[in-house]
């Protein structure tokens, strides 16, 4: 394991170390790391003609940046970090582009998200019923199980001049089951083979609030709405452990194509640990992993997972890491109504706390035990809570664990989503060291769209990352991704404009600038992780994650953002993804706005960790 910070080097070394580097026109180090600054040999990688933003506190910026030995060696004039170039170092032009620390998406379901897509799930989003077909064709000749299931999603009424029916999938289908999901998850299309599993003839009566669509004929068509989906999906077989494998290396190999280095997967089982363990150690997950346990609603429930839980033993833990529990605590503020809120929504109606109990009494006890149970492990706790009366019971319950003291001393507990934490709340939070991680792309999905819901004030208010930041409060932003597509820099885009996906700006007061957006996907996840001592920043002697725009971040327009290209991604100084290598697309700009469009619906639906339908 590298270590960067040598407590050896007295403060005259580090001072010397300092002043060499400044004269030879290259960025000093923070002064921990000075020392690194002054390694010998040449580098194994320089990046030069680029706009390098070390996103440390001064913000600074320089020409080129040197690597060596999996972190930054060097920064500064192009000039003087060439001189560390030498025959085996691979020099690469960056055209003008960003370089920025690898991203770190801190809150994000790695399980579900690589689900979503082929060989396991296809976009089905077309214009035309006839592209539809000519997908699951393509999708059955890729199949290498006879009789296995194909999935799809994303096919839209709105977009389509019908849906997809069977009679449409069969000539196609061969042997195949067929099911697609429309982008709401309130519809399925499923060719004849489904009909007959499920028994679904002319003659049967759909369950309560369910619609079997029939032809003129009265057969049905293969296309179920709303309850009536239920006489399928009991059908569909989950994934296999070798796909839910695959399905990871898909998800990762996407990030890196997104620049992402870095991601928290909240809520995990002890099984998906085990399968997050056997990748690493066989070298196999190629980004760092901060998993946080799934801590239920109960007491019990917790004590149960921590009693069977073993510490992983003999592997880096920069790159797998069990940080914490995540605790779930209430629903979400849209059309669902679920999240607690101390003033109703404006119908009158109000959600609940999610935790176990018969009373508001008994459930806030239970927050609280679940909480403490936690800390006095020693873990880290992320706390789902979305309304502002959820939020202060989570706080309040940190508050009242931290008062106990805790082995480490730092747990760095934070909120999970955030939206509508009171000010009063920020400022507890700020004063006691309690994060928060905010979903900036869940914002542009909302919009204003929450008007008649929460009224335009809160919605205005939902996810106060102004307020927050100017009262101290260490912000984190996070895709929550299978919920929106794990794009920061849409998530960028929105934090600094406040403008949703349907036109309009929610929140003007809550905007802050490109910079400060930066550091909540880079400086301050790697807070959260406990982590900031040797990653999120590119000061020297940091780890050489890095992410390469194909452009200019800090001065274009926000609009613009998510047109631009990752052109290359770095892990500890090894690059893992390069555009030019790649089949990826130069922008995800439309498959994030189809799948932000699966969002939109998921979330007015009440379902807050949107994963791939059927999985």
């Known amino acids: 394991m590298h270590h960067p910070i040598d407590p050896r080097i007295d403060r005259r070394s580090l001072l010397q170390g300092g002043a060499a580097f400044a004269a030879a026109g290259l960025l000093p180090a923070r002064t921990a790391h000075a020392a690194v600054a002054r390694t010998d040999g040449g580098a194994d990688l320089i990046i030069r003609n680029a706009r390098v933003l070390v996103l440390d506190r001064r913000f600074r910026v320089a020409e080129a940046i040197a690597v060596r030995g999996g ?27 960003t370089v920025l620390p690898g991203i770190n998406d801190s809150h994000l379901h790695l399980g579900g998200f690589g689900l979503d897509f082929p060989p396991l799930s296809y976009d089905v989003d077309t214009a035309s019923v006839g592209e539809v077909v000519e997908i699951v064709r393509g999708a059955v000749q890729a199949a290498t199980a006879p009789g296995s299931w194909i999935r799809g999603q994303g096919w839209n009424d709105n977009r389509l001049p019908r849906p997809p029916r069977a009679s449409d999938l069969d000539p196609v289908s061969g042997e195949h089951p067929v099911v697609l999901s429309d982008f709401s998850r309130h519809a399925i299309a499923v060719n004849s083979i489904v009909l007959r599993l499920a028994g679904i003839t002319r003659d049967t009566v759909p369950p309560t609030g369910g619609v079997i669509e029939k032809d003129a004929d009265g057969e049905p068509t293969g296309v179920l709405r709303e309850t009536a989906q239920d006489l399928v999906s009991r059908l569909i077989p989950p994934f296999t452990d070798e796909e839910v494998s695959q399905g990871i290396d898909n998800g990762i190999r996407i990030l890196q194509s997104l620049g992402i280095t870095s991601v928290t997967e909240p809520g995990i089982s002890l099984q998906r640990l085990a399968l997050y363990e056997k990748k690493a150690r066989e070298g196999a997950l190629g ?34 890491r069990v940080a914490g ?20 929504y404006l119908d009158g109606s109000n959600g609940s706390l999610v935790i176990a109990g018969s009373t508001l009494r008994e459930q806030i006890a239970n927050l609280h035990e679940l909480i403490a149970i936690a800390h006095a492990r020693g873990f880290q706790v992320g706390t789902h809570a979305t309304g502002d009366a959820t939020i202060d019971a989570v706080v309040a319950g940190y508050v009242k664990a931290l008062r106990g003291g805790r082995p480490g001393g730092d747990p760095r507990h934070y909120v999970i989503h955030g939206d509508l934490t009171p000010k009063a709340t920020l400022r507890r939070m700020a004063e006691r060291g309690i994060g928060v991680n905010m979903n900036a792309t869940i914002k542009y999905l909302l919009g204003r769209t929450l008007d008649p819901v929460l009224g335009a004030a809160r919605t205005d208010y939902q996810w106060p ?31 600094v404009l406040r403008e949703g996906r349907f036109g309009g700006v929610a929140g003007e007061a809550e905007r802050i600038t490109v910079r400060e957006a930066l550091a909540t996907y880079t400086r301050t996840p790697a807070w959260q992780d406990h982590a900031d001592r040797w990653k999120g920043t590119l000061e020297v002697g940091m780890a050489a994650d890095i992410c390469v725009v194909g452009g200019e971040v800090l001065d274009a327009d926000p609009h613009e953002l998510i047109n631009l290209p990752i052109d290359a991604t770095m892990l500890g100084g090894e690059v893992v993804y390069r555009r030019t290598d790649s089949t990826a697309p130069a922008s995800y700009a439309r498959t994030a706005s189809a799948w932000n469009a699966r969002g939109t619906a998921c979330l007015a639906g009440g379902n807050c960790c949107c994963r791939t339908a059927h999985a």
């Open 465 to 495: 990352y102004r307020t927050a930041l100017d009262l101290g409060v260490r912000v984190s932003s996070a895709s929550d991704a299978s919920v929106t597509f794990p794009s920061w820099l849409q998530g960028v885009q929105s934090a």
């Open 325 to 344: 529990v995540k605790i779930f605590a209430d629903g979400i503020p849209t059309a669902a109504k679920t999240a607690w809120l101390h003033e109703p």
């Open 71 to 97: 972190v930054v060696q060097a920064l500064g004039r192009a000039k003087d970090v060439l001189r560390l170039a030498g025959r085996r170092t691979e020099v690469i032009d960056a055209g003008g582009g």
């Open 287 to 320: 980004l760092r992993l901060t998993a946080l346990l799934a801590g239920g609603t109960d007491p019990r429930q917790l004590r149960e997972t921590l009693a069977a839980y073993r510490p992983i033993k003999g592997l880096d833990p920069r790159r797998l």
